[in-house]
T-cell receptor, first 116, second 113 residues
Framework: GAVVSQHPSWVICKSGTSVKIECRSL??????MFWYRQFPKQSLMLMAT?????????EQGVEKDKFLINHASLTLSTLTVTSAHPEDSSFYIC????????????FGSGTQLSVL | GESVGLHLPTLSVQEGDNSIINCAYS??????FIWYKQESGKGPQFIID?????DKRQGQRVTVLLNKTVKHLSLQIAATQPGDSAVYFC????????????FGTGTRLTIIP
């Protein structure tokens, strides 16, 4: 089945630094990818929709200058958390949509970000 | 706003028994529903989906039931195994052209050996 690879699995960084998370569709092309955030024991909250070759669409309340999204190819979207602060510590998950008959959404394995 | 919610936050089931996880949704326009399984520290894993023109769909050991009259969704897992222990989320999509999933709060299923 379709596979979505997310890297890194976990990252620890100092406050004020930036962190980049990659999301790759390994065996299919994804014109649309999605980025979610999940706090402990809570559900997934959609942050933004990443569109290949165009600007991302952010959900209400998500700072676009804080969470930079780049979808430069049909198989790669990146999320950069800029000037990270402890409150940005969370589990970040991407998903990608297959195309054609039987479209489905597949999720990456997630990235646990801890900001010290 | 409209939301998808779950009736039970936790559920414990004896290994080998069947389990039922319930989900209520409020958007009557939703036409696509998905159940996901999430193990600790991992991303959601697709289990089964169902469209609004169906009321039942079966997979391997799993069955999803959709009752549009009362806007209720359930996931049945037969002959539960320890590996079934996880958090289960239902999610809805208003229409499949719009892939913005709305996730429920999740139910933690624990299989007792």
């Amino acid at each position: 089945g379709a596979v979505v690879s997310q890297h890194p699995s976990w990252v620890i960084c100092k406050s004020g630094t930036s962190v980049k998370i990659e999301c790759r569709s390994l065996d299919f092309q994804a014109t649309t990818m999605f980025w979610y955030r999940q706090f402990p024991k809570q559900s997934l909250m959609l942050m933004a929709t990443s569109n290949e070759g165009s600007k991302a669409t952010y959900e209400q309340g998500v700072e676009k200058d804080k969470f930079l999204i780049n979808h430069a190819s049909l198989t790669l979207s990146t999320l950069t958390v800029t000037s990270a602060h402890p409150e940005d510590s969370s589990f970040y998950i991407c998903s990608a949509r297959t195309q054609g008959v039987g479209e489905k959404l597949f999720f990456g394995s997630g990235t646990q970000l801890s900001v010290l | 706003g409209e939301s998808v919610g779950l009736h039970l936050p936790t559920l414990s089931v004896q290994e080998g028994d069947n389990s039922i996880i319930n989900c209520a949704y409020s958007n009557s326009a939703s036409d696509y529903f998905i159940w996901y399984k999430q193990e600790s520290g991992k991303g959601p894993q697709f289990i089964i989906d169902i469209r609004s023109n169906m009321d039942k769909r079966q997979g391997q050991r799993v069955t999803v039931l959709l009752n549009k009259t009362v806007k209720h969704l359930s996931l049945q897992i037969a002959a539960t195994q320890p590996g079934d222990s996880a958090v289960y989320f239902c999610a809805e999509i208003p229409n499949f052209g719009n892939e913005k999933l709305t996730f429920g709060t999740g139910t933690r299923l624990t299989i007792i050996p």
